[in-house]
């Protein structure tokens, strides 16, 4: 019978691959693979068979066709490539070229990725001398078909003349690279979207585990990890089982995808729950659960990784420990090439806080545990019970541990996967591969509380950006920065808890934990207030309008305490920063910086923010309300109080309030109200106006009272946040006491006019002031000064002019001030005699502080200008 | 059609997306942007050190609209983004001379 031909094979392997794998569900992933790949073998078979009967002078070059890579290992997922190698002795002839293209282009019209490489012996072994991926391609080789004996040849020679000779270099660059591929995929044990293959504890670094022992050993199959004793029995069960699972998932996901996708993106992930048929559980959704199996899973493959070279003596480069001379403290603990071993596991029964110490030496000495010593925590790791995790020392060795700065390996991951952590604090047990199912958590609970301990640990280390400086000098301020540490490991604690706000969830499991480890009472408030609050500073910072003074006193009422407020600041910072990207940008940061900084200003003053002001306000805004009687009216007092100024609510006494309350209803629509009361003894009148707030309002008001010869003592001016201004002056009474209620008519019209612009105020001030120039007495030496000052207030800039009184002098300094572009906000002006000070809180018409040098000269100049010494009077 | 531009404070924005929202404004790109107008930044001081705050945080939203719409959008964007006090962002609206969706290859008011 005449072999087969080209149409026939072709058809034959799209048949048999196309029904393999629209049934690949009902094969294991191992088998289905296995399949796979002789699916391609029976193709390239009947090929090579059919070339040589086509080419009769082929057959005097005999060659071998030979998988490579992944169809070497026969591990053939659904869309994996194809890796091929045509092995001729000495030359290739033209022809063999030829007939080889014939047989792969089929397969590129299929869809297949395929790669192949047709080459020489010597070609082969210098290639492999030279690049480590051809190499490691060969140790995965596998003949197909064709002449065993050039394979054979291959194969021992590129043992003989590449391998033994270099074992030990290509060993280190294979751990190298894998290092960089992990850097470059990141960590697929706990990332949103894990790369299967590529990733930390994705399927290369089995491979690489495979590489290893084939150079060092000669593997032949996998089964040998375990019989040539690099795995435990167990070991190479959970190796399997891993395997298996990422296979799977590997296989649905090419399926889904419909190409060669090793990265496990979000569009998918729900699909793959579903076609696993993964049930909800816990009031966890099915993706959550399928997510966390697989992280699960790729968290072991990375750890027996790590394991398998650090006993292998291979570590990655750079990071063996520079400064590991020491010596353990603790007898039963050795200290044997550069890592730590237990003296011998009988110790462990009968001092089991020796599991808690070896991580405690770990720390202090920045060495690793042995692979030994790892195997026996995990084991015995049940030992630690709760007398033994919750006695003095052994919180005191844990405080330790947290206090010892991260260098190259972070000890309580370790702990963490260990599962000793778990064993010290069984609460975070409901947090452990605890996935949220969103863009915005790149990470499982359990790896962001340990990556944000991380964070805050950081902090100590010299600085890589300027921005953090600050971090760092805030660090070193905390008096107890072991607290913020416990906070950090604590703060997500509550994301355990169903059902319930994880931040209150979480003070209230932080107060057993601690008290169990007999934590001081203040001690355990403060961490429990860390952990509660600490959402507060980041979600006011970007919630809330940080320019508004009252946002800052807020929240500075709430956090009350200095140290509190910085321990509270950089637990948000490493919070944030361990979320993801998304949570985390210079943007957010410097809005969190200044925000913190206005609020730490806050507290630092004092005035308006500590406890006795807190008190005092609140106790005002009680009294004000219950001397309301009517309902209607209390309602709408209630909602004016949350308008008023802190500084307003604070200095004001509460009939006043009652009374500007009286006085803003009369308002409407008109531009203002004012009532006026008299003080017979001190013979002064207050005036008290309620008007709509626009910038020059105030210098406006004091110009009409100058024009009115109304000489003014003493003003208070307060902003409403509903952009209302109410401003109280103290004058005195005009010099004709007869007509008085007449100038007062008189007043109130001017100002209606000068609102409405029916009056021009400067033009008729003008001839007012010239008049006033000749009583000036000019016998004052003392010099004026003008101090401008913009550290006092984090919202305002305050300045202050020291000067004697003259009439007007309120009115020029006040124009001055909106001639410069400036909006007062608060004021107070006080005179002694002939002596002034005025004080005026202001920002420019956009809200914000000056700060400029040059605008601060300006503003110098430009009240200069109108005080008396230099003026034009 | 035309370009709305809107440079508004962080804390405002769900505020105007939500209005944008009510009256059928349903796409549109948000940026978080930092920038200063007149001011130059300004200084926080913090134990003598200085930190310059050369930037200010700022949301930017870009919506395309119909040109008869837009008074009404500018509308709703001022009143959700005002605080009632100063600095309060600005709106800049420019032409827009052609939209198309990439997907289907529609143009001008059926791809918006």
Not at chain 1, 97 to 110: A, E, F, H, K, S
Not at chain 1, 312 to 317: E, V
């Amino acid at each position: 019978m005449a072999p087969p031909d080209m149409k026939t094979i072709i058809n034959t392997l799209k048949e048999t691959r196309q029904l393999l794998i629209s049934n690949f569900l009902n094969y294991t992933a191992v088998n289905f693979m296995k399949h796979h790949a002789d699916v391609l073998d029976e193709y390239f078979c009947a090929g090579f068979h059919l070339n040589q009967s086509r080419c009769k002078t082929l057959s005097a070059f005999p060659y071998a066709i030979v998988a490579l890579g992944g169809y070497g290992r026969k591990e053939q997922c659904i869309h994996s490539d194809v890796d091929l190698l045509f092995l001729f002795k000495r030359s290739i002839p033209d022809k063999a070229v030829q007939l080889i293209r014939d047989m792969l282009y089929p397969l590129w019209d299929m869809g297949l990725d395929v790669g192949h490489a047709t080459r020489t012996l010597n070609e082969c072994l210098s290639l492999a001398g030279q690049d480590i991926e051809v190499l490691t391609s060969l140790l995965d080789a596998r003949l197909v078909c064709g002449s065993r004996q050039w394979y054979d040849q291959l194969m021992m020679q590129l043992r003989k003349k590449v391998i033994t000779p270099g074992s030990d270099r290509i060993i280190q660059s294979l751990v190298q690279r894998n290092e960089d591929r992990h850097q470059h995929f990141g960590d697929s044990s706990y990332l949103l979207e894990p790369n299967l293959k590529d990733g930390q504890g994705g399927l290369r670094d089995y491979h690489t585990i495979l590489w290893i022992a084939k150079i060092k050993s000669g593997l032949k199959q996998p089964e040998d990890l375990e019989t040539m004793g690099f795995m435990s029995h167990d070991e190479y069960h959970c190796l399997t089982e891993a395997l298996s699972f990422i296979w799977h998932v590997r296989n649905i996901l090419h399926a889904l995808s419909g190409r060669v996708c090793n990265q496990l993106y979000f569009e998918f992930q729900i699909k793959i729950s579903q076609t696993l048929d993964i049930k909800e559980k816990d009031g966890h959704m099915p993706v959550e659960i399928f997510l966390g199996t697989l992280h699960e899973k790729m968290d072991w493959l990375k750890h027996e990784f790590l394991l398998f070279l650090n006993e292998q003596g291979y570590r990655p480069i750079g990071r063996l420990p520079m400064d590991s001379i020491g010596r353990t403290a603790d007898s039963d603990l050795r200290l044997i090439k550069n890592t730590l071993h237990f003296a011998s596991p009988l110790k462990i029964l009968h001092r089991p806080d020796l599991l808690l110490k070896i991580f405690e030496e770990s720390a202090r000495l920045n060495i690793p545990l042995s692979a030994e010593a790892i195997r026996m925590v995990r084991e015995f790791s049940h030992l630690a019970d709760d007398t033994i995790v919750n006695c003095p020392s052994a919180v005191e060795s844990f405080n330790h541990i947290l206090l010892s700065p991260v260098r190259h390996f972070n000890v309580l991951s370790e702990m963490m996967t260990t599962g000793l952590l778990v064993q010290i604090i069984p609460e975070m047990g409901a947090i452990v591969n605890r996935i949220q199912y969103d863009e915005y958590h790149l990470y499982p609970v359990d790896k962001h509380t340990l990556r944000t301990v991380k964070a805050v640990k950081q902090f100590t280390l010299a600085p890589e950006k300027p921005e953090n400086e600050f971090q760092e000098q805030v660090y070193k301020e905390l008096s107890k920065p072991l607290l913020l540490l416990w906070a950090a490991l604590l703060h997500d604690i509550g994301k355990g808890v169903a059902g319930e706000d994880h931040s209150d969830a979480g003070a209230k499991l932080v107060r057993t934990i601690l008290a169990k480890k007999k934590f001081s009472p203040s001690d355990i408030d403060t961490v429990a207030f860390l952990v509660r609050e600490h959402l507060t500073l980041i979600t006011t910072a970007t919630r809330r309008d940080i320019n508004d003074e009252e946002t800052a006193i807020n929240c500075a009422s709430k956090i009350r305490d200095i140290e509190r407020l910085k321990m509270l600041y950089l637990l948000t910072v490493a919070d944030s920063m361990s979320t993801g990207p998304k949570a985390w940008n210079d943007w957010t940061g410097s809005l969190l910086r200044n925000f913190s900084l206005k609020v730490l200003n806050v507290l630092e003053k004092g005035e308006l923010a500590s406890s006795e002001a807190v008190e005092i306000v609140r106790e005002k805004k009680g009294r004000v309300l219950n001397s309301i009687t009517e309902p209607e009216d209390r309602k709408k007092a209630e909602s004016l109080l949350n308008f008023m100024a802190p500084r307003y609510l604070l200095y004001a006494n509460a009939n006043d309030i009652v009374t500007h309350i009286q006085l803003y209803s009369r308002l409407e629509h008109a531009d203002f109200v004012w009532d006026i009361s008299r003080s017979e003894e001190t013979n002064t009148r207050t005036v008290t106006i309620c008007a709509r707030d626009f910038p020059g309002l105030f210098s406006k008001i004091a110009g009409v009272f100058t024009l009115n010869q109304l000489d003014i003592l003493d003003v208070q001016v307060y902003t409403w946040r509903n952009n209302i201004a109410l401003d109280i002056f103290k004058v005195k009474p005009p010099p004709d006491l007869i007509f008085e209620n007449e100038r007062w008519e008189r007043a109130e019209e001017h100002l209606q006019s000068v609102l409405s612009g029916k009056l021009n105020l400067s033009t008729a001030l003008q001839e007012k002031l010239a008049d006033y120039g000749r009583y000036i007495p000019y016998t004052s030496k003392r010099k004026h000064k003008i101090v401008v000052d913009n550290e006092g207030s984090s919202f305002f800039t305050i300045i202050e002019v020291f000067t004697y009184d003259f009439p007007g002098l309120l009115y020029r300094i006040t124009d001055a001030l909106f001639r410069c572009g400036l909006d007062v906000w608060v004021a107070k002006i006080a005179t002694k005699v002939d002596q002034v000070v005025d004080v005026f809180y202001v920002r420019d018409f956009d809200g914000q502080k000056i700060d400029a040098p040059d605008q601060v000269e300006v503003i110098k100049i430009e009240i200069a200008k109108v005080l008396p010494e230099t003026g034009s009077l | 059609m035309k370009k709305i531009e809107a440079i508004i404070k962080p804390f405002k924005l769900d505020d105007v997306k939500e209005a944008l929202n009510e009256i059928g404004i349903q796409g549109m790109t948000i940026t978080e942007v930092k920038g200063y107008g007149r001011q130059k930044g300004h200084k926080e001081i913090y134990r003598g050190a200085e930190y310059i705050v050369d930037f200010i945080p700022k949301i930017k939203i870009e919506i395309i609209v119909e040109s008869e719409m837009i008074d009404r959008v500018l509308e709703t964007i001022r009143k959700a983004s005002k605080t009632g006090k100063l600095g309060d962002g600005k709106i800049f609206v420019t032409p827009v001379e052609e939209v198309i969706r990439v997907r289907t290859g529609e143009k001008g008011k059926d791809a918006i």
